[in-house]
Nanobody, 114 residues
Framework: QVQFVESGGGLVQPGGSLRLSCAAA????????IAWFRQAQGKQREWVAT???????KYGDSVKGRFTISIDNAKNTVYLQMNNLNPEDPAVYYC????????WGQGTQVTVSS
């Protein structure tokens, strides 16, 4: 059973930045790749960014140029650096393999408000 533990969310003003972290055990990242997803209140979960098993990085159009996904393999942790946050970004953020094949973690809440 793969477990994902997300952290780093919080309240930030518009234009501010946050860095989210997601820890997972073992070689999950190198075996499947890893992705960030988010779910805003009342909306479906949406894909945000992916690092594939060969290191290919992709971003959703709404975050391209503002968010950066990265991995620290020594720590089995994936990060999401979020800059220039705007009112479209508040959501609970989750990580999972790109196919969303494993159980979801508790997520981490991001709130953008002045």
């Amino acid at each position: 059973q793969v477990q994902f533990v997300e952290s780093g969310g919080g309240l930030v003003q518009p234009g501010g930045s946050l860095r989210l972290s997601c820890a997972a055990a073992g070689s999950i990242f190198s075996t499947y790749g890893i992705a960030w997803f988010r779910q805003a209140q009342g909306k479906q979960r949406e894909w945000v960014a992916t690092i594939g098993i060969r290191g290919t990085i992709k971003y959703g159009d709404s975050v391209k140029g503002r968010f950066t996904i990265s991995i620290d393999n020594a720590k089995n942790t994936v990060y999401l650096q979020m800059n220039n946050l705007n009112p479209e970004d508040p959501a609970v953020y989750y990580c999972n393999v790109p196919a969303s094949a494993f159980s979801w973690g508790q997520g981490t809440q991001v709130t953008v408000s002045s």
